[in-house]
């Protein structure tokens, strides 16, 4: 069983800058974000293997946003700048033990998500 605590979130103005954490109970293979606005699907944003290569999926605009990890592989960062109001949804952070990918079901554990609010 993996736990994950996202924590970061809050209400910040277009332009403006959040950094998400996600603390895990013990490491995995893929840690990824994802985030999901009202009334829309849950779509993959990043995601980093334990070993340290990332993966920047459409939504996350290369460049905007970055992903990494501490040294214990343990908690994972999402560095969000530039933001947009269109960026406003519940982040979550997911743990999977294979690929990194933008499929929901391929991640097997998840935490309970942190509100980002963009306004204008």
């Known amino acids: 069983q993996v736990q994950l605590v996202e924590s970061g979130g809050g209400s910040v103005q277009a332009g403006g800058s959040l950094r998400l954490s996600c603390r895990a109970s013990?490491?995995?293979?893929?840690m990824g974000w994802f985030r999901q606005a009202p009334g829309k699907e849950r779509e993959g944003v990043a995601g980093?293997?334990?070993?340290?290569?990332?993966?920047y999926f459409a939504v996350s605009e290369k460049g905007r946003f970055t992903i990494s990890q501490d040294n214990a592989k343990t908690t994972v960062y999402l560095q969000m700048n530039s933001l947009k109001p269109e960026d406003t949804a519940v982040y979550y952070c997911?743990?999977?033990?294979?690929?990194?990918?933008?499929?929901?079901?391929?991640?097997?554990?998840w935490g309970q998500g942190t509100q980002v609010t963009v306004s204008s």
């Open positions: 997911a743990a999977a033990n294979g690929r990194c990918t933008t499929v929901p079901g391929d991640y097997k554990y």
């Open positions: 980093i293997y334990r070993g340290g290569g990332s993966v």
């Open positions: 013990v490491s995995s293979m893929c």
